[in-house]
Nanobody, 115 residues
Framework: QVQLVESGGGLVQPGGSLRLSCAAS????????MDWYRQAPGKQRELVAG???????NYADSVKGRFTISRDNAKNMVYLQMVTLKPEDTAVYYC?????????WGQGTQVTVSS
């Protein structure tokens, strides 16, 4: 079973950038579709971006053009590059891996966008 650990969160000013990383262990990620979710206080967890085993990507409308998801199977890593950050991007960001009945979540990393 794959285990996931996110990193790269922090405090950034509006308009700034961050790069989140998701390190996988316990299994290679080649077979998994990988997603980034986020959950803001008082809100439901929402899908931000996803990348399939084959490399196809999809994004929430709210982040299109600003966020880029990528994966490096050789390093067992998934990334989320975020630019032009807005206060409404403030949330805990979670990495998710899924394949058929297999799946895993990371513990999350806090992103705070504030001046």
């Amino acid at each position: 079973q794959v285990q996931l650990v996110e990193s790269g969160g922090g405090l950034v000013q509006p308009g700034g950038s961050l790069r989140l990383s998701c390190a996988a262990s316990g299994s290679i990620i080649d077979i998994y579709d990988m997603d980034w979710y986020r959950q803001a206080p008082g809100k439901q967890r929402e899908l931000v971006a996803g990348i399939t085993r084959g490399g196809s990507t999809n994004y929430a409308d709210s982040v299109k053009g600003r966020f880029t998801i990528s994966r490096d199977n050789a390093k067992n890593m998934v990334y989320l590059q975020m630019v032009t950050l807005k206060p409404e991007d403030t949330a805990v960001y979670y990495c998710n891996a899924h394949f058929l009945s297999l799946g895993a979540w990371g513990q999350g990393t806090q992103v705070t966008v504030s001046s």
